[in-house]
């Protein structure tokens, strides 16, 4: 049993910082499929700057996928969910039993499953927990899920460590089904909110001059949700039908308070708030 980053106690292996193999790096021939996607760029743009040997490998380049996949030591995947389960499929004829696969899609348990299934070789499921505008990795959390021959990614999550970032341990299903709340029904809650305010032709300008710190945060997390490409935002939503179904409850939740609200009952939402305000004093 080993005890997590996150303090979670799981009988997966833990991946430890090994400064030796950190100075010893070789350069390795890495492919990383969506290579000119927004993320795709990012990681492209971090390994090569780290010395390796990267390749790109596009939606039209598919041509060249017997060169670029089969001498790769590491085989990047970073693209559309739901692309992700075809692409591994396909990419998989190409690899050599050695070469290393991992993917950086935002929902880990099909992707892993896909990449188990159709790859003999080492396996790891990464989620980036940030976005494509970041300037470095330091300070941010790589959630990892161990697949095959997690010994194979040591020098990886290493080089992931060096740069800064935490590394953060779990099964791919816990992965999913926390993603439900720390991205799908956040993402739905600020878009609900987006679209009210427009609904509402609420001058924001005007609100942010009377503003709240927290109402200036909040509005400010609305307007980055806004300033993203709307298929991210979408995708992120509808990624399983788990999200669907949390964003539907999270909906009646809305409309059962909504209703109490409109009935002006109070002790029923004082009964709500404190309900939840002994559940969330717990954490
Ligand atoms: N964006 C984020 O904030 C974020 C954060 C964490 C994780 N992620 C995950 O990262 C992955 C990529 O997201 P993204 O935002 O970078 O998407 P993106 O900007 O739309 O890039 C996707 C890339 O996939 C490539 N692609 C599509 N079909 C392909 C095919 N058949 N063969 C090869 N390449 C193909 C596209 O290549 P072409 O340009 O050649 O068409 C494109 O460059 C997703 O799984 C997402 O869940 C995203």
């Given at each position: 049993m080993q005890l997590l980053d996150n303090g979670v106690k799981s009988s997966i292996p833990a991946f430890t910082a090994d400064s030796s193999s950190l100075t010893n790096a070789t350069p390795k021939n890495i492919t990383v499929i969506?290579?000119?996607?927004r993320m795709g760029q990012l990681f492209v743009q971090q390994l090569s700057a780290a010395g390796h040997n990267v390749s790109i490998l596009g939606s039209k380049g598919w041509d060249d996928a017997d060169t670029l996949l089969s001498q790769a030591d590491l085989v990047l995947v970073s693209v559309p969910i739901e692309r992700t389960i075809d692409i591994i499929k396909l990419a998989a004829k190409y690899l050599s039993p050695t070469t290393a696969l991992a993917d950086i899609t935002s929902i880990k348990t099909q992707p892993l499953q896909a990449m188990l299934e159709y790859h003999q070789g080492p396996v790891i499921g990464l989620h980036?927990?940030?976005?494509?505008?970041?300037?470095?990795?330091?300070e941010q959390k790589f959630v990892v899920c161990p697949g095959r021959n997690?010994?194979?990614f040591q020098w990886l999550l290493n080089w992931i460590k060096t740069l800064g970032g935490n590394i953060i341990v779990c099964t791919p299903e816990e992965h999913d089904r926390l993603m439900v709340f720390v991205q799908a029904t956040q993402h739905f809650s600020r878009f609900s909110l987006g679209a009210f305010v427009t609904e509402e032709q609420v001058d924001l300008n005007r609100s942010l001059l009377l503003s709240t710190p927290n109402y200036q945060q909040e509005i400010d997390i609305v307007k980055g949700l806004f300033a993203q490409n709307p298929q991210l935002c979408v995708e992120i939503m509808l990624a399983t039908e788990e999200r669907c179904q949390a964003i539907a409850h999270l909906a009646s939740t809305y409309n059962r308070l909504a209703q109490l609200v409109e009935q002006k009952d109070r002790s029923g939402l004082i009964q709500e708030f404190e309900k939840a305000k002994r559940f969330i004093s717990n954490f």
């Open positions: 969506g290579g000119s996607g980036p927990m940030f976005g494509p505008k970041v300037k470095s990795f330091s997690e010994e194979t």
